[in-house]
């Protein structure tokens, strides 16, 4: 992605309508709202509890555990990114895991999403990060399509958790 003069004191991407930053305490209660969005509407899972929502958002400011990217168009936050670091026993280096990668349904095909994964590998790569992973639902094609054009291969392993 091209940068602008200037842009590496900003950390920022720019496209015509949109500027992705690393997260700043400014955007906590807008953040949220894109959050709280994310995880309700778009995976229809229950809304945290406030509290731990920006305990985590703080964390990530802190940038020793992960970190957040926000895309912002018309000074509104439309999107964001979420990093957390990681070590790779195979691969014997650090690396980052793409927890999230959020735009808002309005912002979708304007390159937000595009900008944010840049920042995302940008990011990984300048700091001497192995590699970046990620996970999308089965049923989110649209999400697939864009991580294939985004260079992104499918992996064989499958994944699988537990609540706690």
Same mark, same amino acid.
């Given at each position: #992605?091209?940068?602008?003069? /200037?842009?590496?004191?900003? *950390?920022? !991407?720019?496209?015509?309508?949109?500027?992705? %930053?690393?997260?700043?305490?400014?955007?906590?209660?807008?953040?949220?709202? $894109?959050? %709280?969005?994310?995880? +309700? =509407?778009?995976?229809?899972?229950?809304?945290?509890?406030?509290?731990?929502?920006?305990?985590? #958002?703080?964390? $990530? @400011?802190?940038?020793?555990?992960?970190?957040? !990217?926000?895309?912002?168009?018309? /000074?509104?936050?439309?999107?964001? &990114? +979420? $990093?957390?670091?990681?070590?790779? +026993?195979?691969?014997?280096?650090?690396?980052?895991?793409?927890?999230?990668?959020?735009?808002?349904?309005?912002?979708?095909?304007?390159?937000?999403?595009? &900008? $944010?994964?840049? &920042?995302?590998?940008?990011?990984? %790569? *300048?700091?001497?990060?192995?590699? #970046?992973?990620? *996970?999308?639902?089965? =049923?989110?094609?649209? &999400?697939?399509?864009?991580?294939?054009? #985004?260079?992104?291969?499918?992996? =064989?392993? @499958?994944?699988?958790?537990?609540?706690?």
């Amino acid at each position: #992605m091209r940068r602008n003069p /200037g842009q590496e004191e900003r *950390e920022g !991407w720019n496209l015509p309508d949109v500027v992705v %930053r690393k997260a700043q305490a400014v955007d906590l209660v807008p953040l949220g709202g $894109l959050m %709280r969005e994310y995880i +309700t =509407d778009f995976y229809g899972c229950p809304e945290p509890p406030e509290e731990r929502l920006e305990e985590l #958002m703080r964390l $990530l @400011l802190d940038g020793k555990q992960g970190i957040q !990217w926000v895309a912002e168009e018309d /000074g509104l936050l439309s999107g964001f &990114a +979420t $990093l957390y670091f990681t070590y790779s +026993t195979l691969r014997a280096r650090p690396a980052v895991i793409l927890n999230d990668l959020y735009v808002v349904e309005k912002s979708r095909g304007t390159g937000a999403a595009a &900008a $944010l994964f840049e &920042a995302c590998t940008a990011y990984a %790569r *300048e700091n001497g990060y192995a590699a #970046m992973s990620w *996970e999308t639902a089965p =049923d989110n094609e649209r &999400a697939q399509r864009f991580y294939a054009k #985004m260079g992104g291969t499918r992996g =064989d392993w @499958l994944s699988y958790s537990i609540e706690l």
